[in-house]
């Protein structure tokens, strides 16, 4: 079965710095890998996504890489705020038989200090 | 959030009850999933379903059910066989389009 790790760890970062978070995984390669922002108590909200055969995307201060030989997915956030402070989960998306069914991992909390 | 709707937000079981959990969607979406959070885990998925009166069960299905009668509506019932049920229980809906998956609010399940 899929297997998917980012680090449980909190990372904790000062404002204004670049947050770099990691999400590897092994057995399936997946047909596209998703990130979610989680905050305490909620559900998660979708960031962004990237396909296999993407190599980086962008969205305003947050960047994705997907490396498939690696089997690994950055997620960055630059110039980092406080309001960034939450719970970050990767979804790798598998198709199997016309379904598409997401397998997430454990989540890496990101703290930035003010 | 937004277009999906979880309730209650808590819900207390007793010893050999079942209880069942709302998820209702105004999205339009044909998938429905539900999921089971605990603290420092991913994501579990419990049952899915592609489309109206058809689901699938997910990874961790036993001592739970569910109904899919309309498109809107996808009751999570927690029933006594479940021996472990205290979790935050997430609802989601998805695009199609990309596969986005959207959450509600969730519901957390304590036992008595």
């Known amino acids: 079965s899929q297997k998917i790790e980012q680090n449980s760890e909190a990372l904790n970062i000062q404002e204004g710095k670049t947050a770099t978070l990691t999400c590897n995984y092994t057995n399936y390669s997946p047909a596209y890998l998703q990130w979610y922002r989680q905050d305490p108590g909620r559900g998660p909200v979708f960031l962004l996504l990237?396909?296999?055969?993407?190599k980086e995307k962008r969205k305003e201060r947050l960047k994705v890489t997907f490396d498939t030989t690696l089997k690994q997915s950055l997620f960055h956030i630059t110039a980092s705020q406080p309001a960034d402070s939450a719970t970050y989960l990767c979804?790798?998306?598998?198709?199997?038989?016309?379904?598409?069914?997401?397998?997430f991992g454990r989540g890496t909390s990101l703290i930035v200090h003010p | 959030d937004g277009g999906i709707t979880q309730s209650p937000k808590y819900l207390f079981r007793k010893e050999g009850q079942n209880v069942t959990l709302s998820c209702e969607q105004n999205l339009n979406h044909d998938a429905m999933y539900w999921y089971r959070q605990d603290p420092g885990q991913g994501l579990r998925l419990i049952y899915y379903?592609?489309?109206?009166?058809?689901?699938q069960k997910g990874d961790i299905a036993e001592g739970y059910s569910v109904s899919r009668e309309k498109k809107e509506s996808f009751p999570l019932t927690v029933t006594s066989a479940q021996k472990n049920p205290t979790a935050f229980y997430l609802c989601?809906?998805?695009?199609?389009?990309?596969?986005?998956?959207?959450f509600g609010a969730g519901t957390r399940l304590s036992v008595l």
């Open positions: 979804a790798l998306i598998r198709g199997t038989g016309g379904s598409y069914i997401p397998t």
């Open positions: 990237i396909r296999e055969n993407e």
């Open positions: 379903s592609q489309i109206v009166n058809d689901f």
């Open positions: 989601a809906t998805n695009s199609g389009a990309k596969n986005i998956q959207y």
